[in-house]
């Protein structure tokens, strides 16, 4: 029920911000990756109680290798990213493809799965093309930019195809549906950034924390808040010691960047360590069919 009401205002926010002509507003850059730390991270935090289950950290020892092996592989993505900038950007939107298609609850359909996936990466590019090849050329060069954005245009037939061969698939129940149509709507009508935002705080995240909430059981609820407080401004504080550091003062273009590189950089050890706790497992026995 709480997932099928975000689902509702996340299309509602981007219904909204379209007809209101919200989007092309300044203000709305820093809102939406305002909303991506504080309301998007936080999801991640809990990874420290999801490593508590995986890995039986019992004592102050654990918990240290825990950590440093945690952030080590996020400095090791981050190292990556400035050696091999193009084929690494690559393989995170592709890595990130796959880590969002979990997110639709469709176990015995996987081409529909990927689709929903890939439909969070590619689906702007028909719309905002020119806008996502500007924010790709933050990361690599404008030339490269342009041929993945290209790319992607060309993948989104596919794509749409596969959404299309969804909404008459009677083995698969509208709360999917619904979810996989919002994400379209979300991803075509609003820019790259807003779009990200709206889907990755209202639906992604938001759903990752009612499943944790249901995987863990009766949690002591103070334990849970601060599972999800301290990492998050942990993040925060750490990125702000890095900005400081930078030689660069163009705020808007280092926020962007250090946001996406931050999400890149956690992203990783993040699907690893569900991957370890069978988070992901739980969530894919499907669902009853409600037509």
């Known amino acids: 029920m ?30 939406s990756l305002g909303a991506i730390v504080l309301l998007g991270v936080p999801h991640g935090s809990l990874d420290v109680l999801f490593a508590l289950r995986a890995y039986e950290l019992n004592s102050l020892k654990a918990w240290v290798v825990f950590l440093m092996a945690y952030l080590l592989v996020a400095m090791g993505i981050i190292l990556l990213w400035l050696l091999l900038p193009v084929w690494f950007f690559i393989g995170f939107l592709i890595f990130s493809a796959l880590h969002f298609s979990d997110d639709l609850n469709t176990p015995n359909h996987m081409l529909i799965k990927l689709s929903y996936g890939a439909a969070v990466i590619c689906l702007p590019s028909i719309v905002h093309g020119e806008a996502l090849v500007g924010l790709y050329a933050l990361f690599v060069d404008a030339s490269v930019a342009q041929r993945i954005v290209t790319v ?37 009508l609003l820019p790259p950034i807003l779009a990200f935002a709206v889907y990755f705080c209202l639906m992604h995240s938001a759903r990752h924390l009612i499943r944790s909430h249901a995987f863990f059981g009766k949690l002591n609820a103070r334990l849970f808040i601060m599972a999800l407080v301290l990492p998050t401004l942990a993040v925060i504080i750490m990125a702000c010691g890095v900005w400081l550091f930078t030689t660069t003062r163009t705020f808007e273009l280092d926020l962007i960047r250090m946001v996406f590189i931050g999400l890149a950089a956690l992203t990783f050890p993040h699907a690893w360590v569900l991957k370890h706790a069978k988070f992901t497992e739980q969530f894919r026995k499907p669902r009853q069919i409600r037509q």
Not at 3 to 26: D, E, R, T, W
Not at 165 to 177: A, H, S, T, V
């Open 2 to 31: 709480q997932s099928n009401l975000l689902i509702l205002v996340g299309l509602l926010v981007a219904f909204f911000a379209h007809g209101m002509g919200l989007q092309a507003q300044p203000a709305w850059l820093f809102v």
């Open 152 to 188: 992607s245009q060309w993948l989104n037939y596919p794509i749409l195809f596969l959404m299309g061969i969804l909404l008459f698939n009677r083995q698969i129940n509208i709360r999917e549906k619904l979810d996989a149509y919002a994400v379209l709507a979300i991803m075509t």
